[in-house]
């Protein structure tokens, strides 16, 4: 009988121990600025403590990403906040205001449901934010040092902000290191993976390994008589692209596979680096190709009303502007002033975007429809 009751105990307290874990709340201290425009004070502590929220949010779930890099109208943000994040901030007290001379600061205690402050996070990605980390072994007397910014990465980086990708080098911030993503592309196991989602706000991670063998060295016989003149070196990548489903919302591996590059030169430290050109040049236009179909694959019908059209001169005008918004993929006129907008973000972008064009205010969006006033 005393064996059954202990066991009864047992099962409540995991039971109740259990949800305690998921649901657990981090309540944080944080502080947020913003300007005073025409001496609208209320305007500019709604805009700090948006910005003060989102501290919290960043401090704990590990967010790299900054509000201001999300967009620059921060109303937009403060609406994010509040519905895309609604169930990661629990609540939240304005401790004290200072008004400056030009700036209102506010700091803020906020509490933060962790678990679903990530999920939510995770919703405001940019389809088209892309988050590079591919270290390479180092050629020298140890074997286990690796080089996190090499000629392949800054390649891959370049070519993607050509084609005007949002990219995040991951290797500078040293949110995650060369062992844990060795082990991410050698096992199926995605945590390291995950983690930089959280903390670039990216949909899309391309991560991968680089190793080299000297295949000849400078010197060696290679028959007839005659001797290698140079040092050979094979550099072979290990790789990955894992993007998010976001119908979905679960990771999924685009492409994944090796590929390898030859350079030949007097030292091994050149070899391996003409290695490196060689491969970055047979790779690229791969990632392209994959990353431009996972991009147009995500692209999604956003409705978009515009106040204020009332003639056919100023709806060609406006469906110019938005065919000009980077990332708009079509326009589609319905009727006057009415438009269908194909994009592959999250439309708080595309409002965004549209508010930078100067002449229009955003009166309401959602994630399918945006209503904007026009004034010519």
């Keep these: 009988m005393r064996k059954i009751i202990m066991v009864i105990i047992f099962l409540l307290v995991s039971f109740f121990n259990i949800p305690a874990g998921l649901s657990q709340e981090t309540c944080v201290n944080t502080e947020g600025e913003a300007a005073i425009v025409n001496n609208d004070i209320p305007s500019a502590k709604t805009e700090a403590v948006a910005r003060a929220k989102w501290a919290a949010i960043e401090q704990t779930v590990g967010t790299e990403v900054k509000a201001q890099s999300m967009v620059q109208n921060f109303t937009l943000v403060d609406d994010a906040i509040k519905t895309n994040v609604r169930g990661g901030v629990k609540s939240y007290n ?40 591919i270290p390479a072994r180092k050629p020298g007397k140890k074997g286990d040092e690796f080089e996190e910014t090499n000629i392949l990465s800054e390649t891959l980086i370049g070519k993607l902000t050509d084609q005007n990708y949002k990219v995040t080098d991951v290797a500078p911030t040293q949110a995650v290191d ?78 994944a ?58 709806n060609m005008d406006v469906k110019g502007i938005f065919q000009n918004i980077v990332w708009v993929t079509g326009v589609e006129e319905k009727k006057m002033g009415e438009f269908v907008v194909s994009y592959p973000e999250n439309s708080i972008y595309l409002a965004n975007s549209i508010k930078q064009k100067g002449n229009f205010n955003v009166v309401n969006f959602s994630p399918y429809s945006i209503t904007l006033d026009y004034q010519k």
């Design 94 to 133: 304005v401790l004290d205001q200072v008004n400056k001379k030009d700036s209102v600061v506010v700091k803020i205690r906020a509490c933060i449901e962790a678990s679903k402050a990530k999920e939510a996070v995770s919703s405001l990605a940019l389809n088209n934010s892309i988050a590079v980390f």
């Design 257 to 314: 596979g090796t590929e390898s590059g030859k350079g030949l030169a007097n030292n091994v430290e050149d070899a391996t680096a003409e290695g490196l050109k060689d491969l970055a040049e047979k790779l690229a236009p791969k990632i392209l190709d994959k990353v431009a179909s996972y991009i147009q694959g995500n692209v999604k019908k956003i409705f978009v009303k515009v106040n204020g059209v009332a003639d056919l001169d100023t």
């Design 178 to 255: 060369a062992t844990e993503i060795e082990k991410a592309v050698k096992s199926e196991s995605t945590l390291a993976v995950r983690s930089m989602m959280y903390k670039f706000l990216s949909n899309v991670i391309i991560i991968g390994k680089i190793d080299y063998t000297i295949s000849t060295k400078k010197g060696e016989d290679i028959g007839y008589g005659l001797s290698m003149p140079f040092n050979n070196v094979t550099v072979r990548l290990t790789y990955r692209i894992v993007a998010k489903n976001n119908e979905t919302g679960k990771m999924e591996v685009l492409t």
